[in-house]
């Protein structure tokens, strides 16, 4: 468990202890700071991703765990130490920045988990991988503090906004005004009592909210998000929207070129039919990356959003290498 500082007192009142998993392989060494200097591997999750879903089994799959130990069964990978890393919040995600609207998770992940495993487990050079929201903290983390980590691996992270997020907009539009009188207040008020949740009618428009209370917080209401369009219509509202693309790893990556290039290894992965396109987001994304010449791998497979697991192993293995060569 990790008690958290900048954490303490987060707008949302969710919890400032939080638990961690950490996955050893055999020869990386003990606790108390007696390890052998392998590299950290910190893997994050998608929105809606709570920690004790990494355990969860789905029908004739193996667990993420079982995955990382087949790696290693398989050989060929060099000793690390992998961290399953909790950012949940009650909205359903953090997107792991740092926001008046959610909390201050970028520093949570950066100065709080990161020395609390290396004062344990000795660990040596970092790298970051995720799915999905896990994969744009993946990379926006990597980005903004390369001085933590050295590597990042993104499986279909959130990336080229108007393709990702912009049609959502409108079908959100629509469900506040036919379910919830068209007020995203209406829905927080109703949330903590839908059992069962109903994913279809609350997702999309929760997902949404979360994402604005991370990339475009209300400054004058802690906790509370400022949209990006006009719940009535769905029209744009410019100044909000400009807020979200600021946020957006294609328009991000001149501002943090020096620390792209700086990476010892990028994976960048999805899915050719992923559902929100983050398949053309992962292609913007690599565009940005050869005008600031920075060297990554690309890997466009047959799938969707989902149902990735079975792409951890060879992201974690590939970031392990480069960050023990």
């Known amino acids: 468990m990790v008690k958290s500082d900048v954490l303490a007192e987060n707008p949302l009142g969710d919890p400032a202890q939080r638990p961690l998993y950490v996955y050893r392989s055999p020869g990386a060494g003990g606790g108390s700071g007696a390890g052998s200097g392998a590299p950290a591997i910190y893997v994050l999750q998608g929105y809606t991703g709570q920690l004790d879903m990494w355990l969860a089994r789905k029908a004739f799959e193996p667990t993420i765990v079982e995955r990382v130990d087949a790696m290693f069964g398989a050989g060929g990978s060099p000793d690390l130490v992998v961290v399953f890393v909790d950012a949940w919040t009650s909205l359903g995600g953090s997107q792991f920045l740092n926001s008046s609207g959610t909390g201050r998770y970028m520093d949570y992940l950066c100065d709080e988990v ?13 790298g970051v991988a995720g799915h999905s929201s896990g994969g744009y903290g993946a990379i926006v983390n990597a980005m903004q ?15 080229l906004f108007e393709c990702c997020y912009l049609p959502d907009f409108r079908e959100v539009a629509r469900t506040l005004r036919d379910h919830f009188d068209g ?12 059992d069962p949740f109903d994913y279809r009618r609350f997702g999309q428009p929760l997902s949404i909210y979360a994402m604005a209370a991370a990339y475009s917080p209300d400054p004058e209401r802690p ?12 029209r744009l509202i410019p100044e909000v929207w400009e807020r979200w693309l600021a946020h957006d790893p294609v328009r991000m990556a001149p501002r943090y070129a020096e620390a792209l290039r700086s990476m010892r290894r990028i994976w960048l992965d999805a899915g050719r039919s992923d559902e929100y396109y983050l398949d053309l987001g992962t292609q913007a994304f690599a565009l940005e990356l050869d005008r600031v010449g920075a060297r990554y791998t690309l890997e466009l497979f047959d799938g969707r959003h989902g149902g990735v697991a079975h792409r951890y192993p060879a992201a974690i293995r590939e970031l392990a290498l480069a960050l023990s060569a």
């Open 114 to 126: 990161v020395p609390f495993i290396e004062s344990r487990y000795g660990t040596g050079l970092r």
């Open 145 to 159: 503090r390369p001085e933590v980590f050295s590597a990042f691996a993104s499986h279909a992270g959130d990336a």
């Open 223 to 234: 906790g509370r998000a400022l949209l990006p369009f006009e719940v009535a219509t769905g």
């Open 183 to 194: 007020s995203f207040e209406l829905l927080l008020e109703r949330l903590p009592d839908a």
